[in-house]
């Protein structure tokens, strides 16, 4: 809430300034690429309160909220770098000198994108989460319902075969040794997989 404290004050700032600035006849707030730049910053500082409340709202409900705190943080933090960088603009050499706190306000938006852990690694984390509820949905155990099927009655033939296998031939040694090995280690992987996956998920959505 403070760093949109210090948007809500940098576009304050820039509206009392191109208010009241004349350029070629007209203020600079009825110019439309002045109001689009104005507009914009203002949504993101908007969007930003939301995210923070939403975030809020589930750690007032007990949840852990990792993801929607990410999400706020990095929002914010951009929200903020923009609006203060559009107030500069929009001030000209006014806003950046130590005339207004535009400056200062600049120089502290840049570290709010490390502070609380940099965005590429909130962005790291909201697509892991992301992903691990995408393994939680109904379709994606339809398929891998339909892949551990598929491969047990693959490697259920390969046994079949086996037992009917002509072992002085060297090629039917060779598919015997493949069967014995390699088979053995690809179904550890595959079991590992189908446990460890659903409890990944169980303690994802757990967290939240």
Same mark, same amino acid.
């Given at each position: 809430?403070?760093? +949109? ?30 109001? +689009? ?12 309160? @939301? @995210?923070?409340? %939403? ?19 990095? %929002? ?57 509820? @995408? ?7 339809? +398929? ?9 009655? &693959?490697?259920?033939?390969?046994? !079949? ?15 015997? !040794? ?10 550890? &992987? %595959? ?18």
């Amino acid at each position: 809430m403070r760093w +949109l404290g210090l948007a809500r004050r940098s576009l304050e700032i820039a509206n009392a300034y191109i208010d009241v600035r004349m350029s070629g006849g007209k203020r600079l707030a009825e110019r439309e690429s002045v109001q +689009l730049l104005v507009g914009e910053a203002a949504l993101q500082v908007r969007i930003g309160r @939301l @995210l923070v409340m %939403h975030a809020a709202s589930k750690l007032d409900a007990g949840a852990m909220a990792r993801n929607e705190l990410s999400m706020a943080k990095v %929002h914010v933090a951009d929200a903020l770098h923009r609006a203060v960088d559009t107030a500069i603009q929009l001030n000209g050499g006014r806003g950046y000198s130590k005339d207004t706190p535009l400056e200062w306000i600049y120089r502290y938006a840049r570290q709010a994108r490390l502070v609380d852990g940099a965005s590429e690694v909130h962005k790291m984390v909201i697509a892991r989460r992301e992903l691990t509820r @995408l393994i939680g949905t109904p379709l994606f155990w339809v +398929l891998a319902g339909v892949f551990f099927l598929a491969t047990s009655f &693959v490697y259920l033939a390969q046994i !079949i075969g086996f037992a009917r296998t002509d072992f002085r031939d060297e090629a039917n040694l060779t598919d015997t !040794i493949t069967i014995a090995v390699v088979e053995p280690l690809f179904w550890t &992987v %595959h079991f590992f997989l189908m446990v460890q996956i659903p409890l990944l998920t169980m303690r994802t959505l757990a967290e939240e």
